[in-house]
């Protein structure tokens, strides 16, 4: 008794969320007749009385007015069901379905479980005798591209809908978990190898360092004789003045040192990171080592071999 009252409840729950049926030429004709017969268990012989009153609670406005005036014409499910198609079942349904079925494409982001049924229910409800061998080819033809080259290998072997279901998972779930292992995989790996920031205050340093070179030689070349004691530079000996030119001499050979000694630092420092820079596989500077049109599709870019491109010792292959 407990388990009646349980189907009663889960049928009354599938009743209540069926949509109500209007007679207007929007609503599928199809769809609402399938859900009434599967929640009734209507067959073309059924007479139980209670189904059409089952039907009769979900017609509103027109429809439910042409069943109260026809409700003697029906003897069993079929008379009913007859007369209904017959009313309010478009003529060019089939066509538009068809239409419909031809044009349906697997979205990308779409699981091959959701688009298997989408395709399956079209079919029936075009021709509800179709063969499943017609169903697998509608399937086949709209299947995402990334599935259906490994499929057509297998379609001499394919019979059934449920084997094409049981292959066109096995192919999306391969697909899958290679996806994730290459996003995996190239997340891990460093392409090309990142700029040392912490070179750069040095840098800036020897740069600063430079432009005060410059100033002070512009200041020396304008003022040679400047000092702190300037008010008693008139007084100086020639002694004097000859050392202190001396001095400016020996200064100025030093800057002269130093200048070109931060030159090469930075020459050096801006080659250096120029060919830390380079493709490791061609050596040009245009594209990153990832990007590279004759990278190899296994092992290390470069060579092939089992380690990552920025651990090859082989020089770049494509010069």
């Not at 699981?111 to 005798?129: A, G, R």
């Not at 290459?182 to 040095?202: A, F, K, M, N, R």
């Amino acid at each position: 008794m407990t388990d009646q009252t349980l189907l009663a409840k889960a049928r009354k729950a599938r009743f209540d969320d069926l949509p109500n049926f209007s007679g207007h030429p929007s609503e599928d004709v199809e769809r609402f007749l399938k859900s009434i017969k599967n929640i009734t268990k209507a067959n073309d012989q059924s007479s139980n009385h209670e189904i059409l009153e089952i039907v009769r609670g979900k017609l509103t406005k027109s429809a439910g007015l042409w069943f109260d005036n026809n409700e003697s014409d029906f003897e069993k499910w079929s008379d009913f069901e007859t007369a209904f198609r017959n009313r309010y079942f478009p003529a060019t349904i089939i066509s538009k379905k068809f239409d419909k079925l031809k044009q349906r494409k697997q979205l990308h982001d779409e699981s091959i479980v959701s688009y298997y049924d989408d395709i399956v229910n079209l079919c029936q409800e075009i021709d509800s005798n179709m063969s499943e061998h017609h169903v697998i080819q509608h399937l086949m033809s709209g299947l995402n591209p990334k599935f259906k080259k490994e499929l057509f290998r297998r379609e001499s072997s394919i019979k059934t809908l449920n084997e094409f279901l049981k292959y066109a998972k096995l192919e999306q779930d391969l697909h899958d978990i290679y996806e994730k292992d290459y996003q995996s995989s190239s997340e891990s790996t460093q392409v090309y190898p990142l700029l040392d920031h912490t070179s750069t205050p040095s840098l800036t340093a020897m740069i600063k360092q430079s432009r005060q070179y410059y100033y002070q030689k512009k200041h020396t070349n304008r003022y040679p004789n400047y000092t702190s004691t300037q008010s008693s530079a008139p007084k100086r000996n020639s002694t004097v003045q000859r050392e202190n030119r001396t001095s400016i001499a020996d200064k100025q050979t030093r800057n002269n040192t130093q200048q070109t000694s931060f030159r090469k630092q930075i020459y050096t420092q801006s080659t250096n990171q120029n060919r830390s820079n380079n493709c490791k596989i061609c050596g040009r500077l245009n594209h990153r080592t990832n990007d590279c049109f004759h990278k190899r599709t296994t092992g290390c870019y470069n060579c092939g071999q089992h380690h990552n491109v920025r651990d090859c010792t082989m020089p770049p292959n494509f010069q």
